[in-house]
């Protein structure tokens, strides 16, 4: 299966900061049809899973355009520009290129 | 809109089995796959696999085959998965999400084994 490592695993934030998640992958996604299937989660506190980012830099519609992703191959970024109070949560990295899907360990964000 | 609402929590001894329902509502039902995925206590997310609605097939981890039946009622757009011979680690909070890309997910399901 392929591991995805994700740090921090723990990220405490001023607010209006800007905050950085690291996802790297123990192989590249790259999928054959030429897309990267990588795609970033939030989960706020005792609420379901929501998908903020697919295929590396992708926004889901009505995610705030604070929130940006980049990379390829095997290292990915997920960036908050200015870090919000509602922000709060764990961050995941899920990759879907190789069967089975699999996540990171999660990010925990924080405020200060 | 588009919602899955799954069945309530459970607390089931070892060795028993449980069944979450996910009732799907607001779009055509056979037109996406349903995945399960689960959270145990305090942990990450594990994906556990998938059924096709429009055909029943089903797709699962290796750890789950054998212990795992999914199966759907297109009557009720409703998808049941059911987990047999339950050990303590399967205590966690249960997920169906719809589509691979998991756009919509269910409240979850918390699964709680205990003796």
């Given at each position: 299966?392929?591991?995805?490592?994700q740090?921090?695993?723990?990220?405490?934030?001023?607010?209006?900061?800007?905050a950085?998640?690291?996802?790297?992958s123990?192989?590249?996604?790259?999928?054959?049809?030429g897309?990267?299937?990588?795609?970033?989660?939030q989960?706020?506190p005792?609420?379901?899973?929501?998908?903020?980012?697919?295929?590396?830099?992708?926004?889901?519609?009505?995610?705030?355009?604070?929130?940006s992703?980049?990379?390829?191959?095997?290292?990915?970024?997920?960036?908050?520009?200015?870090?919000?109070?509602?922000?709060?949560?764990?961050y995941?990295?899920?990759?879907?290129?190789?069967?089975?899907?699999?996540?990171?360990?999660g990010?925990?964000?924080?405020i200060k | 809109?588009?919602?899955?609402?799954q069945?309530?929590?459970?607390?089931?001894?070892?060795?028993?089995?449980?069944?979450?329902?996910?009732?799907?509502s607001g779009?055509?039902?056979?037109?996406y796959?349903?995945?399960?995925?689960r959270?145990a206590?305090?942990?990450?997310?594990?994906?556990?696999?998938?059924?096709?609605?429009?055909?029943?097939?089903?797709?699962f981890?290796q750890?789950?085959q054998?212990?795992?039946?999914?199966?759907?009622?297109?009557?009720?757009?409703?998808?049941?998965?059911e987990?047999n011979?339950l050990?303590?680690?399967?205590t966690?909070?249960?997920?169906?999400?719809?589509?691979?890309?998991f756009?919509?997910?269910?409240?979850?399901?918390?699964?709680?084994?205990?003796?």
């Amino acid at each position: 299966d392929v591991v995805m490592t994700q740090s921090p695993l723990s990220l405490p934030v001023t607010l209006g900061q800007p905050a950085s998640i690291s996802c790297r992958s123990s192989q590249s996604l790259v999928y054959s049809d030429g897309n990267t299937y990588l795609s970033w989660f939030q989960q706020r506190p005792g609420q379901s899973p929501r998908r903020l980012i697919y295929k590396v830099s992708n926004r889901e519609f009505g995610v705030p355009d604070r929130f940006s992703g980049s990379g390829s191959g095997t290292d990915f970024t997920l960036q908050i520009s200015r870090v919000e109070a509602e922000d709060v949560g764990v961050y995941y990295c899920m990759q879907g290129t190789h069967w089975p899907t699999t996540f990171g360990q999660g990010t925990k964000v924080e405020i200060k | 809109q588009v919602q899955l609402v799954q069945s309530g929590a459970e607390v089931k001894k070892p060795g028993a089995s449980v069944k979450v329902s996910c009732k799907a509502s607001g779009y055509s039902f056979t037109d996406y796959y349903i995945h399960w995925l689960r959270q145990a206590p305090g942990q990450g997310l594990e994906w556990m696999g998938w059924i096709n609605p429009k055909n029943g097939g089903t797709s699962f981890v290796q750890k789950f085959q054998g212990r795992v039946t999914v199966t759907k009622d297109t009557s009720t757009s409703t998808v049941y998965m059911e987990l047999n011979r339950l050990r303590s680690d399967d205590t966690a909070l249960y997920y169906c999400a719809q589509g691979d890309s998991f756009d919509y997910w269910g409240q979850g399901t918390l699964v709680t084994v205990s003796s």
